[in-house]
């Protein structure tokens, strides 16, 4: 079966359902930007930041055209790779909701394998509803990690006989000790005499329904008291933001950890990729220290010291409190810390829960309910799942070899005429990067991403017509130029400034 992902913050999941099903299936992923990246030519910022704004009627010719130009690329994508089926982490981004329209008119399974694992009480009360309004759940089928996940959609409208429960593929990670790397394998060298405490740190906002700075103490506070143990080298500090976290905020509280921790940056603390694999740096953690985060679930359940903390402003924090997850009611399975002084005292007296086989299960049975089995299985659970819809789905539509032989008509002419439009900008690419080097100085990483982007289209397409034997994992897609008007943005900038 040929498999296409569309990734949205999705690598771990797909890295675990591709290793499950290696060498049975054939995998390609295209990242949901490039949907996202062509559906603002039709729509304003506005229309991506809620659930709301994009069905209000002034949008309505815009959706119109959106929704074509989404089949057009759903089936460019099918002429380059015949996918028998879609994989999607959620259906709810409004640029993807064509595509599963049109894989229904094409006869083509959409699934959606859900990222997300806890679900908040004021999550599960407002935001399901809102989900329910204006972007109810409408893919074949969806797997989630728990019955609390399930109860979310079920509250959101979607059909119980839709949803199954198959936990969370990428927790399997934990059973597979196969898969876990050292820090020196994951490009970060710190004290091996040290313990080391991994701190995953969050925006300043995070879960405030007006948006206020609600955090800032609590973060600012924990930073502090984390330099200062680097500074005075008492423990190895890794500190990981979240995959989406804002990276102009990551760069605010770098340069603070930097003026406060002096010559031990990046020797005893280091920031974390917003992209590492967050569970490669907890298996190599000694102590967690967390607020509202998944990971401080997974660091629970892999048997480690978790601090959780949680202060800041009476009023404010009451506000938020029916918002978020109320791990501070868990102080018999990781310690609760409720303010500066009982954080660094809890790290410098190194008084913590012995770990022993009962409070490992209590652990368990705390949080399955947000993150479902966890018995290493949830990949191969998933699978069946999706490969029972699958077989199904073809069964009910047994002129589908037909059909889809028509889908994919004129596939070679196409991938031919994208090869040579692809060759072409590529040159053009290189002759800009020539020039930038040259005469601009800038923007050169910018060029050579957009020439290597060329270079994997071109690999694709002759992969789609049998001119390669390369198998790129990731598709491109059909890329949208606009080199003339970078070169001649460029010649006019570089003449305003000579």
């Given at each position: 079966?040929?498999?296409?992902f569309i990734?949205h913050?999705?690598?771990?999941?797909?890295?675990a359902?591709m290793?499950?099903?290696n060498?049975?299936?054939?995998?390609?992923?295209?990242?949901?930007?490039?949907?996202?990246?062509k559906?603002?030519?039709?729509?304003?910022?506005?229309?991506?930041?809620?659930?709301?704004?994009?069905?209000?009627?002034?949008?309505?010719?815009?959706?119109?055209?959106?929704?074509?130009?989404?089949?057009?690329?759903f089936r460019?994508?099918?002429?380059v790779?015949?996918?028998?089926i879609v994989?999607?982490?959620?259906d709810?981004?409004?640029?993807?909701?064509?595509?599963?329209?049109?894989s229904k008119?094409w006869?083509?399974?959409?699934?959606v394998?859900?990222?997300?694992t806890?679900?908040a009480?004021?999550?599960?009360?407002?935001?399901?509803?809102?989900v329910?309004?204006?972007?109810?759940?409408?893919?074949d089928?969806?797997?989630?990690?728990?019955?609390r996940?399930?109860?979310?959609?079920?509250?959101?409208?979607?059909?119980?006989?839709k949803?199954?429960?198959?936990?969370?593929?990428?927790?399997?990670?934990?059973?597979n000790?196969?898969?876990?790397?050292l820090?020196?394998?994951?490009?970060?060298?710190?004290?091996?005499?040290?313990?080391?405490?991994?701190?995953?740190?969050?925006?300043?906002?995070?879960?405030?329904?007006?948006?206020q700075?609600?955090?800032e103490d609590?973060?600012?506070?924990?930073?502090?008291?984390?330099?200062?143990?680097?500074?005075?080298?008492?423990?190895?500090?890794i500190?990981?933001?979240?995959?989406?976290?804002?990276?102009?905020?990551?760069?605010?509280?770098?340069?603070?950890?930097?003026?406060?921790?002096?010559?031990?940056?990046?020797?005893?603390?280091?920031v974390?990729?917003?992209?590492m694999?967050a569970?490669?740096?907890?298996?190599?953690s000694d102590?967690?220290?967390?607020?509202?985060?998944?990971?401080?679930?997974?660091?629970l359940?892999?048997?480690?010291?978790?601090?959780?903390?949680?202060?800041?402003?009476?009023?404010?924090?009451?506000?938020?409190?029916?918002?978020?997850?109320?791990?501070?009611?868990?102080s018999?399975?990781?310690?609760?810390?409720?303010?500066?002084?009982?954080?660094?005292?809890?790290?410098?007296?190194?008084?913590?829960l012995?770990?022993?086989?009962?409070?490992?299960?209590?652990?368990?049975?705390?949080f399955k309910?947000?993150?479902g089995?966890?018995d290493?299985?949830s990949?191969?659970?998933?699978?069946?799942?999706?490969?029972?819809?699958?077989?199904?789905?073809?069964?009910?539509n047994?002129?589908?070899?037909?059909?889809?032989?028509s889908?994919?008509?004129?596939?070679?002419a196409y991938?031919?005429?994208?090869?040579?439009?692809?060759?072409?900008?590529?040159?053009?690419?290189?002759?800009?990067l020539s020039?930038?080097?040259?005469i601009?100085?800038?923007?050169?990483?910018?060029?050579?991403?957009?020439?290597?982007?060329?270079?994997?289209?071109?690999?694709?397409c002759?992969?789609a017509?049998?001119?390669?034997?390369?198998?790129?994992?990731?598709l491109?897609?059909?890329?949208?130029?606009?080199?003339?008007t970078?070169?001649?943005?460029?010649?006019h900038l570089s003449?305003?400034?000579?």
């Amino acid at each position: 079966m040929k498999v296409l992902f569309i990734e949205h913050y999705f690598e771990q999941d797909m890295e675990a359902l591709m290793f499950e099903r290696n060498g049975i299936h054939e995998f390609r992923y295209i990242s949901a930007n490039y949907f996202a990246l062509k559906a603002r030519k039709f729509f304003p910022d506005v229309v991506f930041n809620g659930l709301e704004e994009y069905c209000k009627p002034k949008y309505r010719l815009a959706r119109y055209k959106w929704s074509q130009k989404a089949f057009k690329l759903f089936r460019e994508l099918y002429k380059v790779y015949p996918f028998d089926i879609v994989i999607a982490p959620s259906d709810s981004f409004f640029y993807i909701r064509d595509l599963v329209t049109a894989s229904k008119k094409w006869k083509i399974p959409f699934i959606v394998a859900q990222k997300e694992t806890t679900i908040a009480p004021g999550t599960m009360r407002t935001h399901s509803k809102e989900v329910g309004m204006f972007c109810p759940f409408i893919s074949d089928y969806m797997t989630v990690c728990s019955e609390r996940h399930k109860e979310f959609w079920l509250k959101s409208g979607a059909s119980g006989n839709k949803i199954e429960v198959t936990g969370q593929p990428r927790f399997d990670f934990y059973k597979n000790q196969k898969k876990w790397l050292l820090l020196d394998q994951l490009g970060i060298s710190l004290n091996p005499k040290l313990k080391t405490i991994l701190f995953f740190t969050y925006e300043l906002d995070a879960y405030s329904p007006d948006g206020q700075k609600i955090w800032e103490d609590l973060r600012t506070d924990t930073e502090k008291i984390l330099a200062d143990l680097a500074k005075n080298n008492l423990f190895n500090i890794i500190i990981k933001p979240h995959p989406q976290h804002n990276i102009e905020d990551i760069e605010f509280f770098s340069s603070r950890l930097q003026s406060l921790c002096g010559s031990v940056w990046k020797k005893s603390i280091f920031v974390a990729d917003r992209k590492m694999d967050a569970r490669q740096l907890i298996v190599n953690s000694d102590i967690v220290i967390a607020f509202q985060s998944t990971a401080l679930l997974e660091s629970l359940i892999s048997g480690k010291r978790v601090i959780y903390t949680y202060w800041g402003e009476g009023q404010k924090i009451e506000k938020v409190k029916k918002f978020i997850l109320p791990f501070y009611d868990y102080s018999k399975i990781m310690e609760c810390v409720n303010s500066p002084s009982e954080l660094k005292q809890a790290l410098l007296q190194n008084s913590y829960l012995q770990m022993n086989k009962e409070i490992l299960k209590e652990r368990m049975d705390a949080f399955k309910e947000y993150l479902g089995p966890l018995d290493g299985k949830s990949s191969e659970r998933t699978w069946q799942a999706i490969e029972k819809i699958t077989d199904s789905y073809y069964i009910l539509n047994k002129d589908w070899n037909k059909f889809h032989n028509s889908f994919r008509y004129g596939y070679r002419a196409y991938c031919i005429r994208e090869i040579f439009i692809a060759s072409i900008t590529k040159l053009l690419w290189l002759f800009a990067l020539s020039i930038s080097k040259k005469i601009f100085k800038s923007n050169i990483n910018h060029i050579i991403t957009r020439t290597e982007r060329q270079g994997k289209r071109i690999m694709e397409c002759k992969n789609a017509i049998g001119k390669s034997s390369k198998q790129p994992e990731e598709l491109v897609g059909h890329i949208d130029e606009e080199i003339m008007t970078f070169i001649k943005n460029k010649f006019h900038l570089s003449r305003k400034l000579g």
